[in-house]
């Protein structure tokens, strides 16, 4: 009877394990297949990788990995930037992405800002494009403290300005605590009480910035 348990139990787990190999084989194949149309695209486009010295196949696998384990919780922005100093491109792609975010950010309180605030505030259009511009100001600076490039590259336009592309992942739990800090720091410059019970919907809102 404990032979023929064993043997059960050892054909169950290759009942478990086939559908998952399966799996990880189709998986292993689109991922492949998406590394060849990024390495295509990047050479059609006459790009190089910048900043680092790793290959661009460790490069693009590293990112797709962190997409891949970041879930839900992740989403990739890309910020650009054009210049004559490869030395200032950097800075210039993430103040891009960050800017972005932030009007994005900024853009999505506006509605429940308002529903807020009827009632409680004499110019309520006013009160909230203040808050909002405060907002967005602070916004811009907290994320920046929470994001990096995870690889960027660089090609010359026919007009011999460098232009970057940075490929960012940004955290959505460390965006949001980002979110919190402007928040915070905005009703405090502008004196509006908010619930906190609403500012945390409001804050917990995700903020998915468009592709451009």
């Given at each position: 009877?404990?032979?023929?348990?064993?043997?059960?139990?050892?054909?169950?787990?290759?009942?478990?394990?086939?559908?998952?190999?399966?799996?990880?084989?189709?998986?292993?194949?689109?991922?492949?297949?998406?590394?060849?149309?990024?390495?295509?695209?990047?050479?059609?486009?006459?790009?190089?990788?910048?900043?680092?010295?790793?290959?661009?196949?460790?490069?693009?696998?590293?990112?797709?990995?962190?997409?891949?384990?970041?879930?839900?919780?992740?989403?990739?922005?890309?910020?650009?930037?054009?210049?004559?100093?490869?030395?200032?491109?950097?800075?210039?792609?993430?103040?891009?992405?960050?800017?972005?975010?932030?009007?994005?950010?900024?853009?999505?309180?506006?509605?429940?800002?308002?529903?807020?605030?009827?009632?409680?505030?004499?110019?309520?259009?006013?009160?909230?494009?203040?808050?909002?511009?405060?907002?967005?100001t602070k916004v811009e600076s907290e994320i920046k403290g929470q994001i990096?490039?995870?690889?960027?590259?660089?090609?010359?336009?026919?007009?011999?300005?460098?232009?970057?592309?940075?490929?960012?992942?940004?955290?959505?739990?460390?965006?949001?605590?980002?979110?919190?800090?402007?928040?915070?720091?905005?009703?405090?410059?502008?004196?509006?009480?908010?619930?906190?019970?609403?500012?945390?919907?409001?804050?917990?809102?995700?903020?998915?910035?468009?592709?451009q």
């Amino acid at each position: 009877m404990k032979k023929y348990f064993v043997i059960m139990l050892a054909a169950l787990g290759l009942i478990i394990a086939a559908p998952a190999a399966a799996q990880n084989k189709q998986m292993a194949k689109a991922l492949k297949k998406e590394l060849a149309q990024r390495k295509k695209a990047i050479k059609n486009n006459k790009q190089e990788l910048f900043g680092t010295s790793r290959s661009i196949d460790v490069a693009l696998l590293s990112h797709f990995e962190a997409l891949d384990n970041g879930g839900d919780d992740v989403q990739e922005i890309v910020g650009y930037a054009r210049g004559k100093s490869k030395n200032l491109l950097a800075a210039a792609a993430q103040n891009s992405v960050a800017s972005r975010y932030a009007a994005q950010a900024s853009a999505q309180i506006k509605g429940q800002l308002k529903q807020t605030l009827e009632g409680n505030a004499e110019n309520v259009d006013e009160e909230v494009d203040k808050f909002s511009a405060i907002y967005l100001t602070k916004v811009e600076s907290e994320i920046k403290g929470q994001i990096k490039p995870s690889y960027s590259l660089i090609s010359t336009g026919a007009d011999g300005v460098y232009e970057l592309e940075s490929y960012y992942i940004v955290n959505q739990t460390k965006a949001t605590n980002a979110r919190k800090a402007a928040f915070d720091a905005a009703r405090k410059e502008t004196g509006i009480t908010i619930p906190d019970e609403k500012a945390q919907v409001i804050i917990n809102q995700t903020v998915v910035v468009e592709q451009q």
